[in-house]
């Protein structure tokens, strides 16, 4: 995760990048960064929202975590999508500025951190 920090805080300073492609690593970062004063926060003040769900998924998640602790885990499931969704916007940018990545890369990518799915 550090080394993506790392990249995005490259890609928002290169001043080649287009400008779409640096506001989406800012937005990115905002999710990511290990910085506080520039992440997104996931504490402090909080606005009641209503969301419809399927009963038996919100009997799951209740089952699971507990009454007291369903809007953490709701709110952390979100911000992870949101990071998805944004790492998903910044590579359709990526790949329409730069192209797709190679399969030579993604196979060095894959050696790199074998761990990784």
């Known amino acids: 995760m550090e080394e993506l920090v790392r990249l995005l805080d490259v890609v928002r300073d290169i001043g080649t990048a287009s400008p779409e492609l640096q506001a989406a690593a800012a937005r990115l970062m905002a999710v990511l960064s290990s910085d506080p004063g520039r992440r997104l926060k996931l504490v402090g003040r ?7 769900m399927p009963e038996d998924l ?6 699971r975590v507990g009454r007291g602790e369903f809007s953490q885990y709701v709110t952390e499931a979100v911000a992870r999508q949101l990071e998805l969704d944004l790492l998903g916007e910044l590579t ?21 951190w074998p761990d990784v799915r």
Do not use: F
């Open 58 to 63: 919100t009997a799951a998640v209740q089952r």
């Open 46 to 52: 909080a606005r009641k929202v209503s969301v419809s």
């Open 92 to 112: 359709a940018l990526l790949e329409a500025e730069h192209g797709p990545v190679s399969d030579d890369l993604l196979a060095e990518a894959r050696r790199s």
